[in-house]
C-alpha cells in the first residue's frame, strides 16, 4: 500500500541555518508565520559555533559553509514550494523544498545537495523508500566523482573564523572608507546586524551609521524580552530581515561604539538606513551621523517626509518650527560687526542692520561657571573681560572679523529661537562666504562647538551633519577648544598711570597697527593694539567733534548728545569698527587717552570727518603736519554747507595766500603726494598716487578672488603686442594687471601697469582680463628725474639706482613736475614730508651728475644742485672718487699737460 504525499505549499525562503535546515516564511501577515523545515533523509556538516553562556567554540566541519552557501546563493528570498511532516516524538519537521512553481518540473533542493557532495544521505536506521534510494544513487555518483566533501583536501575547507576584533578602532582606520564585501548573518533590531566580513570571516555586530530604530527591552540576562511589546520594534526588524538577512552587501565601518562598529550598510537596491527613514520605522541619529562620509542629506530627507506624513514612530509628530519664506527666509548683507564667537551685525541693501546667530554652534564658554541653587549664574570676578578672559573667544571673535568684517555674506535663516531665561530672541541662520559656511570652517578650527539636540527637535542648522562631521575632525587633530594646552589671551588695559610709560615707545615708533574695538563718539576710539596686546581709549586730534549720548553711569547722570552726534558716531563705526586700523600717537591726556591720528585704508579720519561736515577744525591744529588738509577739508565742506556748516555764511575778507619762499617766481610747485613703486635700471622711476594707490590693491585683490572662482584656463588665452590682460607674477604667484609689450615664442615681456615692475614670463602665466577689471587706468605712472643724470660708468651707475631705491622706498614723497620732454616721461622732482629733496641728498653723495637746463625757472634749483655737487667732487664721494669725470683729459691719469 502507497503511503500518500503530504501536499506541496507555498512559501519564500527567509534564512538558511545550516546545509540541511531552513526557515520559510509565508505570504501574509507583517510579519507572516515562519516554519523550520530539516531536509528529509540528509545531514549536512556543522557550521562553527562561537561561545556563548555553557557552550564552548566549536569550528565548521569540512565543507559546512560550502553547503551553506549553496544553499543561500540559491534559495534566499525566493519562492519555493515545501512539503513537511513532523514523525513522532520529534519536535522538528522535515520535508523537501522544491525550487520553481510547479513541483513536477521544479528543481528539488535535496537531490541537487546530494549530488554536488554537500550532504550525506541517510543509511542506518531509516525506513527505505523509492525517494532514499534516489539519494544513495545520487551520493555513489558524487563519491564516484569525487565531489564535495567526497573530494580531498577537508582541511581547505574549514573556516578561520575571528569571532571578536581586539583593536576595534585601529581596524576601521585599516580600511581606510573602503567597502568591505559582507554576508548578513543576523538581525537583532532593525538597525543593528550581525555579519561576516569577506574573505577573512571576522564577525562583527553592526550599528547602521546615521539611524536608530525601536529596540527590544532586555531582560536580565541580556537577551530580547518579547513579553515587553515596544511600538513598532518588531516591525521594523522585520523589514530589515526581508531585504537583507542573509544577502550579500558591502559595509563601510566608520566607527566604533560600546564594541560595536558603526558602520553604513550598501545593497544594490538601495540604503536600508534611507528606506526605514522613509517607512518611518527609524529616527536620524546625531552623534552616529557624524561618522558617515556621505549621504547625511539624504537621511534628513527621508526622515522629513516620514514626519510630514505622520509614519509609524512619527504618527504623533507636529513640527514646531515656524516657517520662514520669502526675502525674510533668505538674503544678502555686508557684515559691519562681530558681536561674539557665534554672531554678527549684517547691514542690508536699504540701510538697515539685523543680529545673526550662526546655527547650532556654541561660542567657547567660560570654565566652571555653573548656575547656583537658584538657577541663577554666579556673578564675574571685577574687571572680567569675557573677550579676553575666556579661552578661545578672542581667537573666535578674531577669526570671524578677519573673514567677515566689511565683506559681503548670504545668509539663510533656520530657526527663531524663542526668547527664554531672560535671554532675547535669537534669529539663526546660516551664513556663507565665498560659498564656505561660516560656522562650519569656525567649527573645523576648534573655536567652536555644536550643540547638542532632543531628537524631535527640529530647530537646527540646514547643515547640522556638516557641522558635526567638522567638530570630529578638530577634536581628533585636538585644535583650540579640543586641545589640551591652556589658552588664554592676556591684554594690559592701559590707564592713566600706565598711558604715561606707553607714551614715549608709541611716539618713536610712527604709525601703529590697532584694531577698533569700539567707539564711543565720532573722535573718541577704544584700540587694541595686537603688537602689544594692550587696549587703550585714543582721541583723534586736529579736530572737534560733537559728543554722542551717553547712558548713566555709577555716580555720572546720562547725557543728552550733542548736534550731529549720533551722526558722527554713526559715520566713524561704520567706517572703522573692528577695521585694522594705524595710528600715530603725539600726546596723551590727564585721563590716560592718547591723542593722535587715525588711518583707516589710508584715509585720515580726522580729515574725513571735517570733510563731511562732523567736525570742525580745532584752533591749535594750524601746529600739527596735518593742518593744510584739515583746513582744505574744512573749506570744502563750508562751501558745500554740510552739517555743521548748514547755516555758515562766508565772510567778505581778503584771502590770504600761502606762497613758498621762492627766488624766481616763474617756477611752479604744485606738490603730490606718491609712493615710489620701481625704479628701472634707466633711472626712470614709477609713482602711485598716495591716495588712490591703495586702491591698485583692492583692484587686483578683486581680480584674484574672480580667478578663485572662475580660474582660467592655461593656454587658453593668446596674447598679443598692446594688450592689456592678467599676469601671475614669478615672486608670490598672484594675478595682476599687466600690458604685453614684446611677444618671442613663447615668451611675454609684460609690465605691471599698476606698479612699474616688467618681467618676462611664459604665455601660459597669462589670462585674459575679466572686462569688469579693464575700465580703471593704470594705477602707475612713470617719469624721469629732473636735472640730472645717470653715470655712465655700469658699476657707479648701479650703486646710484642702489641708493635712489633705499631712499624712495615705502615713503610719501612729495613730486613736483618740472618740466616735460617730448618723447620722454615728465621730469620731476622728490622731497620728503620735511621738504628735504631726495635727488639733491644723492648729488651731494656724489651719485648723480647734475644736468646744463637753461631754462630761466629753473636755474635756483639748477645752482643749487650744482653746489651740491661740487661739494662731492671736492670730497671725492662715489662718482668723483677719482677726480673730476667730466674733463677728457683728467689729470689724474697723466694724460693732460
Known sequence: MTTPQPQPKRGIVKQILSGDSVIIRGHVGAPPPEKTLFFSNVVAPKLARRAIENLEETKDEPWAWEAREFLRKKLIGEEVLFTCEKPPNSQREYGVVYLGKDVSTAENITESMVSEGLVSVRREGVRQTPELAHLQELEDAAKAAGKGKWGGNAAEHVRDIKWSIEKMRDFVDQQGGKPIKAIIEHVRDGSTVRAFLLPDYYHITLMI????????????????????????????????????????????????????????????????AEALLKEGFAKCVDWSMAFMKSGADKLRAAEKKAKEANLRVWKDYQSKVPQITGKEKEFSGTVIEINGGDSLTVKLPNGQTKKIFLSSIRPPREAGRDPNEDGKLPPRPKGFRPLYDIPWMFEAREYLRKKLIGKKVHVVIDYIQEARDNFPEKTCATVTIGGLNVAETLVSKGLATVVRYRQDDDQRSSHYDELLAAEMKANKSQRGLHSKKENVTRVIDIDAPKSKTFLSSFQRAGRIDAVVEFVASGSRLRLFIPKEHCLCTFLLGGVNCPRAARPAMGNAPATE????????????????????????????????????????????????????????????????????????????AKQKKLRQWKEFVEEKEEELKIKEEQSNPDRKVEYEEVLVTEVTNDGTIFVQSFQEGPKAEVLNAKIRQEFQVNPPLAGAYNPKRGDICAAKYSVDNEWYRAKVEKLQGTTASILYIDYGNRENVNVTRLASLPAAFTADKPFASEYSLACVTLPKDPEYREATLKCLREDTADIKLLLNVEYKIQGSPPSVTLVNENKEDIIKSLIEDGMFLVDKRKERRLQKLISEYKESEEKARKAHLNIWEYGDITEDDAKEFGLAK
Open 209 to 272: 551609521s546615521g539611524i536608530r530604530c525601536p529596540g527590544f527591552k532586555l531582560d536580565d540576562k541580556g537577551k530580547p524580552d518579547t513579553s515587553v511589546k515596544v511600538p513598532f520594534a518588531e516591525e521594523a526588524r522585520y523589514f530589515v530581515e526581508i531585504r537583507l538577512l542573509q544577502r550579500e552587501v558591502e559595509i563601510v565601518l566608520e566607527s566604533v561604539n560600546n564594541n560595536n562598529f558603526v558602520g553604513t550598510i550598501l545593497h544594490p537596491k538601495g540604503n536600508i
Open 561 to 636: 548728545a550733542e548736534p550731529y552726534g549720533e551722526e558722527a558716531l554713526a559715520f566713524t563705526k561704520e567706517k572703522c569698527l573692528q577695521r585694522e586700523v594705524s595710528i600715530q600717537v603725539d600726546t596723551v591726556d590727564k585721563a590716560g587717552s592718547f591723542i593722535g591720528w587715525l588711518w583707516i585704508e589710508n584715509t585720515n579720519l580726522s580729515v574725513a570727518l571735517v570733510e563731511e561736515g562732523f567736525a570742525t577744525v580745532h584752533p591749535n591744529a594750524d601746529r600739527t603736519e596735518y593742518w593744510r588738509q584739515l583746513k582744505n577739508a574744512e573749506d570744502t
